[in-house]
């Protein structure tokens, strides 16, 4: 099974909707048993049938879902190359400078697993954009799709990311 990274953010944020989810999943089945109370013939009651496949269905698989990140997961700050402070090569965790052929700078950091905020310049590990840019070292050439055309940026440089937690930079 592969590992899915998270920041302690990011494990703190599965672990909050893994609660909301349960409480979700006790007050559907509380609607449920009012629902019943109402009606004697389940088979028509549309409301009925909306809850109890929430009940039953989506809400488990979410849940299922969002444990089996938790019981296979890796904290990016505790990683080697975070705490020991390798910044030759792109990796998780990193905050990239990049700068194309007219000095414009674009900088982008790399997180875990449903962690991207574009307002921030953050992107999910798993994204096509941090893909094009792990493993690459710096002063290597990137094309990065801008407006539908390939652009070239040269890796600047690499830091530990502002937005990890309780990491020295």
């Keep these: 099974m592969k590992s899915t990274y998270l920041t302690k953010k990011g494990l703190l944020r ?5 609660a909301t ?11 449920i048993g009012y629902t019943v109370s109402l009606d004697n013939d389940l088979r028509e009651n549309p409301e009925f049938m909306a809850l109890r496949t929430k009940a039953e269905y989506e809400i488990p698989n979410k849940l299922a879902e969002l444990n089996k990140i938790l019981n296979n997961h890796i904290i990016i700050e505790s990683m080697t190359h975070i705490i020991e402070k390798h910044n030759d090569i792109v990796n998780l965790g990193h905050k990239v400078t990049l700068e194309d052929d007219n000095q414009n700078i674009k900088v982008i950091h790399i997180l875990g697993y449903d962690e991207s905020d574009p307002l921030n310049n953050i992107v999910s590990y798993l994204t096509p954009m941090a893909q094009l840019l792990l493993e690459q070292g710096i002063d290597d050439i990137v094309e990065i799709p801008i407006s539908g055309n390939l652009a070239e940026f040269h890796v600047k440089q690499i830091e530990v990311s502002d937005f990890l937690s309780g990491v020295q930079k």
């Design 14 to 18: 599965i672990k909050s909707q893994i």
């Design 21 to 31: 989810l349960l409480d979700d999943i006790r007050e559907c089945n509380r609607r």
